[in-house]
């Protein structure tokens, strides 16, 4: 299975970025879905998380300016960003929780990340 992330660059401060991230291979089911993020010297954090029903969780640093979805049909995580800010100048990274079937033929858990994309903001 592979994360395929895409939407990442450069944007001025207070603009808007949207990230999608392709999930890919075989997947009996996908679980939770989410993006994270690490900046330069610091720590991965999370970002946006999102359940197979649509539940979803926020770093408090994101909180109402981003804004995490889904297609479920497409395997997809979308994450709009809005009122971007300097500080969130970071590599994003999406990951994925899922069902798959293992080399022995066991139906297990798994999960995965994408390679990661960069997000700069500028003043």
């Known amino acids: 299975v592979q994360l395929q992330a895409s939407g990442g660059g450069l944007v001025q401060a207070g603009g808007s970025l949207r990230l999608s991230c392709n999930a890919s291979?075989?997947?009996?089911?996908?679980?939770?879905m989410g993006w994270n993020r690490q900046a330069p010297g610091k720590e991965r954090e999370l970002v946006a998380t999102?359940?197979?029903?649509?539940?979803?969780k926020y770093g408090d640093s994101v909180k109402d300016r981003f804004t995490i979805s889904r297609d479920n049909a497409k395997n997809v995580v979308y994450l709009q960003m809005n009122s971007l800010k300097l500080e969130d100048t970071a590599v994003y990274y999406c990951?994925?929780?899922?069902?798959?079937?293992?080399?022995?033929?066991?139906?297990?858990?798994?999960?995965?990340w994408g390679q990661g994309t960069q997000v700069t903001v500028s003043s």
């Open positions: 291979g075989n997947i009996v089911r996908m679980n939770a």
């Open positions: 990951n994925a929780d899922f069902k798959s079937w293992s080399a022995r033929g066991i139906l297990s858990e798994f999960a995965a």
């Open positions: 999102i359940t197979d029903d649509g539940s979803t």
